[in-house]
């Protein structure tokens, strides 16, 4: 598979199958990843893999705390919040495309609940994992984060892998914290859902589109 394969292929998928990946290709996929680039190769990025009883656990300590009503604690502003003209726009579409699959409408506030708490059952994906940098690093650091993050989803499509990130994972991090050596003075950016994709799920046939290359990109010459 050649990168513009992998780069069609890949989509944030939202069902999965329960069987879990073997822990070498899981081993492999982390150390290629460890090579994206970052500004002055400072590597921010610091990631827990979450798999078998220990996420069946985390599942059900964030789940306390959601039903607890805790209210979210990010450290880092979640990207959807203080949108305003074209990307609350894209927001609102990315949302009407997600619920219009689900068969969910705008009015059916409890459904919408129940699908955006899939986020913190992982998707019923077997693996999860949380990535965090320094809470003391700005969005030029962020920008790594991003880096490694579409590295590593690059190469689980490569192997045949489907994942979904998701700022949501950020939301409640303390339990991520109780079960993790993270290191001191970091802050969760996202985390990512991953595994087998279930090609049967409805949720998978979430297409989202892009706006066209005139709109987004200016060749001078
Ligand atoms: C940084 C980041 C955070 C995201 N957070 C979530 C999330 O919390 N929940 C979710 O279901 N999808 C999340 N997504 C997935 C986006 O909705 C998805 O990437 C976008 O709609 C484009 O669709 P595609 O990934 O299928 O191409 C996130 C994506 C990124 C890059």
Redesign the pocket.
Known sequence: MNVSDALKTR??I?GYKPDPVAPELLEKIFDQARLAPSNCNTQPWHTVVVSGQARKDLQAAIFEEIMSGKTPSPVFTP?DSGLSGVYKERQYQ?AFTYYGVMGIERHEKEKRQQLALK?WEFFDAPHVAFISMPASMGPINAIDIGLY?QTLMLLLVENGLAS??????AFYPDPVFKIANIPEGNAIV?GISFGYEDVGARIND?I?DRDPLTDLVQFID
């Open positions: 989509r944030s939202r990207g990315c986020n993050l979904c990130p998701q700022g949501a994972l996202c979430v989202m």
